[in-house]
């Protein structure tokens, strides 16, 4: 176990969604001080050897009608935090990314979740690349301009139009598909127009817990395919239909994987603050070191340890952004 918090704390931990900027303001927190409450502020990703965070700018469903002004308030409120935590960096390119690794300092990677965001207009698309957002989750569960999400599923509908610009764009512009919460037929046009991997940022295989927002083995082959990486999900309804749901069970969902397509498509998207209690052992980030010491218990070798943990993220991020 020594040899696996070394190892964790050696290898560069990328998370690939929290909600935390959803929920900091309403809970009385900072992201620079560490809360009693809610599962990720600095302090803890510091504990836990999370090296690059994901912050999602999500549109609930409530707050639709003015979803650009929602997305606009949260980064707002990201760059009010940026501002009082000098240590943190925003990442806009890979050299970013690698230059705050190098400075053993935390990386932030603005994703914005739901597309109703854009408002219909690829303008502003490139206005939120020009504010620093490099990911974009095409969808949350319901339709929009983009695509349908997995609540539509039955419909049959996929990427429109303008969905398909969006991710033409994106291409373009060097930005992260995300295709976390989308229906499956949307996934799979968004395979066949993208020209650069995708991500899922937090989902797990519907094989082990067939929950609607999990991938099929299909998608996940497709998925390695495209050279993309799934974030596995530390939401215990994602995990296993038992109560409680364990660290265990989520690495059932590693050796699935692996099993399937091999290691070099997994990752970490734990989505902190976006469930009310994570599974077991995983309550916060504080506590990641422990899906290490799970990896190597089960007999994971370091190279594999490392991409898991982060490597991956940085393999998809290098040829993305730039």
Known sequence: MDRAEDLHRASPVVDGHCDTLSVLEAQGRRLGQEARTGHLDLPRMRRGGIRVQFFALFVPPAQRARATVHVLELLDLFFR???????????RSYRDVEEALAADRPAAVLAIEGGEALGGSLGVLRAFYRLGVRSLTLTWNHRNELADGVNEGRTGGGLTAF???VVREMNRLGMLVDLAHIAERGFWDVLEVSSAPVIVSHANCRRLCPHPRNLSDDQIRALARNGGVLGLSFV???VTSRVPATLEDLLDHVDHVAGLVGVDHLGLGSDFDGTAVPVRDLEDASRLVNFTRGLVARGYDEESVRKILGGNYLRVLARVLG
């Not at 940026?82 to 990442?91: F, I, R, S």
């Open 163 to 165: 969905g398909v610009s």
């Open 236 to 238: 215990p309804h994602f």
């Open 81 to 91: 935090e940026l501002e009082a935590n000098p240590e943190l960096v925003l990442a």
